[in-house]
């Protein structure tokens, strides 16, 4: 009797984590979709989708320790592993797009800010510049 | 105890909502990644699909009851990983490796 209960609660526990892994892993890729300019767009799969993704790793660490003897702990080493890389990227990507001058709703910093983060061995996009007013030179 | 249970109900019909779930969250970035107007916004759109990727490696990896696809798992983090930093290099230098 007690272990059909313990079977029932770890299933349900084991239950809810993977619904609320899915959702807000469905929730960052909507996100990814509806939001209006790329600066907007870096929110949604840096935060939602990595809290999604935690959700279903713990869930499956939760699952397999109950399910197998010992404690099963892959799952911790791709959830660290995922929680380490996605703000890197995330800082990779938005430098990649400010280089580039991906356009902003909310206006873009000063090309004088701009260009000093532009690196040494780097050229700006030739459009950048027939785009942008020639700056001063500095 | 008397011989391990089949995974019930409750977890079956969790795991069906969650695979409907994140199979809807891969086609929209997949979407992204076609309609894209920027070369950022690709690699962006990439790197939510590989982690979406894991996701649903980890359901599967639920479903089966099996630890099978965890190296595959780790393994599409991992190269994910070097693809978005790659990619966003090559679009920041004009070049990767210098």
Redesign the interface.
């Known amino acids: 009797m007690t272990?059909e209960l313990t079977?029932?609660l770890v299933?349900?526990f084991?239950?809810?984590l993977?619904?609320i892994?899915?959702?807000f892993?469905?929730l960052?890729?909507?996100g990814?979709?509806r939001l209006r300019d790329?600066y907007e767009?870096?929110h949604t799969?840096t935060k939602a989708?990595?809290l999604?993704?935690g959700s279903?790793?713990i869930?499956?660490a939760v699952?397999?320790t109950w399910?197998e003897p010992g404690v099963?702990l892959?799952?911790v080493?791709?959830a660290v592993?995922?929680f380490i890389?996605?703000p890197?990227?995330a800082h990779?990507?938005a430098?990649?797009?400010l280089?580039?001058r991906?356009p902003s709703r909310s206006g873009l910093p000063p090309e004088s800010l701009l260009e000093k983060h532009d690196?040494h061995?780097?050229?700006p996009r030739p459009n950048a510049e027939a785009k942008q007013k020639p700056s001063q030179t500095g | 105890?008397n011989e391990?249970?089949e995974?019930?109900l409750?977890?079956n019909?969790?795991?069906a909502?969650?695979?409907?779930?994140?199979t809807?969250?891969?086609l929209?970035?997949l979407?992204?990644l076609i309609i894209g107007p920027?070369?950022?916004?690709r690699?962006?759109?990439l790197?939510?699909l590989y982690?979406?990727t894991?996701?649903l490696l980890?359901?599967l990896?639920?479903k089966l009851?099996s630890?099978l696809y965890?190296e595959a798992?780790?393994l599409i983090?991992?190269f994910g990983?070097v693809g978005?930093?790659a990619l966003?290099?090559f679009?920041?230098?004009?070049?990767i490796i210098?």
């Open positions: 272990t079977t029932l299933e349900i084991v239950a809810l993977i619904l892994g899915a959702g892993t469905l960052g890729s909507f990814l979709v790329l767009r870096l799969p989708t990595t999604g993704v279903l790793l869930a499956s699952f397999f399910r099963s892959h799952e080493l791709v592993f995922l890389t996605a890197v990227s990779l990507i430098k990649a797009a280089h580039q991906s690196g061995g780097a050229k | 105890m391990l249970p995974t019930g409750i977890l019909l969790a795991l909502v969650g695979f409907l779930l994140v809807v969250a891969v929209l970035s979407w992204r920027d070369q950022p916004d690699i962006l759109a790197d939510t982690v979406n894991v996701a980890v359901l990896d639920i009851a630890s965890f798992a780790l983090a991992l990983f978005t930093v966003a290099k679009l920041t230098r004009g070049d210098e």
